[in-house]
Structure formats: C-alpha cells, structure tokens
C-alpha cells in the first residue's frame, strides 16, 4: 500500500532552522514526482517545490534562499531544509507523491498521495 510520510515539524524561534524528511513507500517503483506544501490556518495550500520525473528540482521563488529542497539517497527520499525561518512561516507542511508518469510537480493536482502533515511553529 503506498504511502508517504512527513517528519521533522517542531517549534523554533524566529532565525531558527528545521530539516523536514518525506518518505515514500509500498511501490516497488520509484515515484515519478515528490513535493512539498504548507498551509496556514485561514489560507490557501501553498506550492513550495518540488522534484520531477525528470529529477529537476524546482522551488518557489517566495522560499528561495531561505528554503532548500533535495532528494535523500534513495529517489523515494525528500528533504525540505528551512533556514531563517520567520513567523509567517508557520503552517502545516505536507508531502506530496506520484507514481504516475504523468505527474504534475508544481501543482497540487498532480499528486494522488499525501502525507499527514507535520507542524512547524515559530515564534520567539
């Protein structure tokens, strides 16, 4: 049974760093796309980047420079290091992953399989 699971969430003070891991699992095919999003309480789930099945990693240019997206050893591994982090980066942050061809990296509709969710909270 596929499935994907987030972990890493925490509270930090502003400045502060995380390192969010994704695993994905129960396929004996690697996936063709991973990605991570956030969503804060009252808003709209929010792109933050992605690898496709061109293993191309993309981001969000709102996160560049602070956040970092890279794959772990294995292709089914997906890292989100947060640097610098700031109060309005407070949110639920969920992982993404398809094991479909066809998969659309940058965009929530291309992904059958979420994660949970894992919280990360900052403030002083």
């Known amino acids: 049974q596929r499935r994907v699971v987030e972990s890493g969430g925490g509270s930090v003070q502003p400045g502060g760093s995380l390192r969010l891991s994704c695993t994905a699992s129960g396929d004996a095919f690697s996936t063709y796309c991973m990605g991570w999003f956030r969503q804060a309480p009252g808003k709209e789930r929010q792109w933050l980047g992605a690898i496709d099945s061109d293993d191309v990693i993309s981001s969000t240019h709102s996160v560049k420079g602070r956040f970092t997206i890279y794959q772990g050893d294995g292709k089914n591994t997906l890292y989100l290091h947060m640097n610098n982090l700031r109060p309005e980066d407070t949110a639920m942050y969920y992982c993404?992953?398809?094991?479909?061809?066809?998969?659309?990296?940058?965009?929530?509709?291309?992904?059958?399989?979420w994660g949970q969710g894992t919280q990360v909270t900052v403030s002083a």
């Open positions: 993404a992953a398809d094991w479909s061809w066809s998969c659309v990296a940058n965009s929530d509709q291309g992904y059958k399989y």
